[in-house]
């Protein structure tokens, strides 16, 4: 690949990822493994398609076990735990 020039293009989701890059993950065995586990998830906990609101936040390192959660909440969570790990200094 030449200099600047990026693997994905076009346009691109809030997060950052390029809609064709999520195109192609989702389409992996990895991603397809990923929707499973969340929609089982989502199931047992029994906010899928009923319009509550809630997303299904999963227990560290487990795909079977969690809790009902708003999505703000569930989503933040992910970037305290990723600005945790990054060493600062001033």
Do not use: C, W
Request: proline share 3%; hydrophobic share 20%; charged share 30%.
């Amino acid at each position: 690949m030449e200099k600047g020039k990026h693997r994905f293009s076009g346009p691109k989701y809030a997060n950052g990822n390029h809609k064709s890059q999520q195109k192609a993950y989702v389409r992996t065995e990895k991603g397809k493994r990923i929707a499973r586990n969340a929609t089982r998830l989502n199931r047992k906990l029994g906010t899928y398609g009923n319009g509550d609101g809630l997303d299904s936040a999963h227990y560290e390192g487990s795909t079977t076990k969690g809790r009902p959660q708003k999505p703000s909440i569930n989503r933040a969570s992910r970037t305290k735990k990723k600005n945790k790990s990054k060493l600062y200094i001033t």
